[in-house]
């Protein structure tokens, strides 16, 4: 069976050396030196945080954005994409109280989430990892890891100045924004 | 924080007394003579068996579905409603390989999973909880529990009927059906 839970850890030593970390919006996280990444859940996360996110199916994504997804995605792990990006974001309750297609309005019809993402790839690998079903108190309703290459740190920092300035980051209470440089 | 998660036991005495208990699809559950329903996560659930699932977000109802679901859908816990249901199912990874438009056509376009339980409203009280998530090797997708009174037991098992002969059902490959009777 394929690993869908993962953990994301600030270690003192580790894999990802953290370059910049901010909290753009709700209560900031402790800042950490490295991050390790680790697939399943440590029996004792030890460290100064850690947070987990589990994979799971598209909730709004259709076939011919899937297909188009498919096609263009890269791969995690490249060793050209050394830098990283950890966004842990929470949404609000009334986000939550939407129906499934007022949620898809403004998510792709106001606010073009799937097609901007698009534009940057191949450019930027992503993993998004679910949090909110893991139990009802998680700190995070989603976690998405970002790698690219340290040529594309403006092309990212674009992308994600699109989102935010989007209808649906409106109901975004929680952001941090961690920045990562692979180690060796 | 109004609680999310609910807990499922197996126990010898308790406020449910199962009265049948069909498998079926894919493997039974040990048969059960009571089953206790718990907010929250005990910290050792004992019994045959124990099973967890969550609450959360609708998944494919749309603005108008929900208004009428919301304006007819009755409370559980009502005293007449003395039949219970606990119907766990998990659905096949080619249901979760679909889109989120793919799978709202399956479920409603072609099986109308709303809109028969809607017919089913007031009479049936229901609660659906996702199980997928909170683990990646949970037993279950979903588990529903709905409650009705005893004049409606062919009702209820119409609902049933008409739900597990539509396409979606194609695409659930385990499920076990536990009728329950209020104690008291």
Redesign the interface.
């Known amino acids: 069976?394929s690993?869908?839970?993962f953990t994301f850890t600030a270690v003192a030593q580790g894999p990802w050396e953290v370059t910049d970390q901010t909290a753009l919006a709700g209560p900031p996280l402790a800042r950490a030196s490295h991050v390790q990444l680790q697939a399943g859940a440590p029996a004792a996360p030890a460290g100064l945080w850690s947070l987990r996110g589990?994979t799971?199916?598209?909730?709004?994504?259709?076939?011919d954005?899937?297909a188009a997804l498919v096609a263009q995605q890269p791969s995690l792990g490249e060793p050209a994409r050394s830098c990283a990006a950890l966004i842990p974001i929470r949404k609000t309750a009334a986000w939550?109280?939407?129906?499934?297609?007022?949620?898809?309005h403004v998510l792709e019809d106001q606010s073009r989430h799937i097609r901007t993402g698009l534009r940057y790839l191949p450019a930027v690998a992503r993993r998004l990892h679910?949090c909110?079903?893991?139990?009802?108190?998680e700190p995070f309703d989603f976690i998405t890891w970002f790698e690219y290459a340290p040529q594309d740190n403006g092309l990212f920092d674009r992308l994600l100045a699109e989102l935010r300035a989007s209808p649906e980051w409106a109901y975004v209470d929680r952001e941090v924004d961690i920045r990562l440089s692979r180690i060796g």
């Not at 799971?56 to 076939?63: L, M, P, T």
């Not at 939550?96 to 898809?104: E, G, T």
């Open positions: 069976m690993t869908r839970l589990i799971s199916n598209e909730r709004y994504v259709e076939r954005e899937k939550w109280a939407l129906s499934q297609d007022q949620r898809r679910h909110r079903d893991l139990s009802e108190n």
